[in-house]
């Protein structure tokens, strides 16, 4: 079968080739999948470089969300069959074929395409910690989503509006705002290239918003702790901007608002129960088509270098998608 194997940790994807490898064979417990989607993240991108906090030994095969169907069971699984349509969150999605233990599978909603479900649970997963778990955000309140056009930001925007809060999508670009606003009910946009602190005071009456999520960093966040409510949440989500900020902590002193880092694989490890929850919640949310995935583009495994740098150029509204069947 043909992968996407890092060989090497190396800048600009020079480690990154892709291979003939044998088939790989499912363990007692585990599935092969036939993949049909795999979506790509920044942590994929990352790895490439040794630059992610997980750091797999190489030679690995990348890609953390995918679908697919069930091509060969391993011993002792129960519960699916050869040919289920399934979706997971793992490793090795780059691939025609991957192994995955059966525990983690989810059956594919029947709402969502195969490249919808392979970029669901990751972005969903995290809106969700975010927003339910660590923010705690409720009806009516303002919240201001930054990276609102990445595929991380977009399922906060969707399911920000999902619990009834009151959002503004914050992006750097003009185009981007304008799908968004067109797809999605937001109640307001904002290019944060032309400052975003006044504008959002102006949206919230003088307030500020009432929740932050922050997949950005940088200058972003510095003027996020200008225009944040008092008691406010910012949810600090990542640092696509490159620079981790600091936070002046009289500023939070006087404002009164709290800095809650969001990592919803982690939460799920840390409370294996509520983590469960977690998960059935958001898939749940997509049996019941109440919430809208977005597949911006999608390529063949022979593109994957096209693909990658959608997301390090910033030029996706949603999910970029790898299809190694194509």
Known sequence: MRALVVEELLPDYAGVHIRDVPVPQPGPGEVRIRVRAAAVNFPDLMQTRGEHQHKPPVPFVGGMELAGEIDA???GVA???VGDAVCSGGRGGFAEYAILPAATLRRKPERLSFAEAAGYPVAYLTAYVAFSRCGMVQPGEWVLVHGAAGGVGLAAVDYAKVLGARVIAASASDEKLAVIEKEYDVDATVNVTRGFRERVKALTGGRG???IYDP???????????????GGRILSIGF????????????????GFSVHGVRAGEYGRQFPARGRENNAAIWK???????RP????????????????????????G??????DL
């Open 73 to 75: 069971l391993g011993e």
């Open 79 to 81: 519960g699916f069959a």
């Open 209 to 211: 918003a009432d929740v």
């Open 216 to 230: 950005v960093g940088g200058d972003v966040f510095d003027e996020s702790i200008r225009c944040i409510a008092f």
């Open 240 to 255: 696509t901007s490159g620079r981790l900020p600091v936070l002046p902590v009289n500023i939070a002193l006087i404002k």
């Open 285 to 291: 949310l997509a049996e019941d088509g109440r919430v």
């Open 294 to 317: 977005r597949v911006d583009r999608e390529y063949p495994l022979t593109g994957w270098r096209e693909a990658f740098e959608t997301l390090a150029q910033r030029k996706v509204v």
């Open 319 to 324: 999910k970029t998608i790898i299809r190694p």
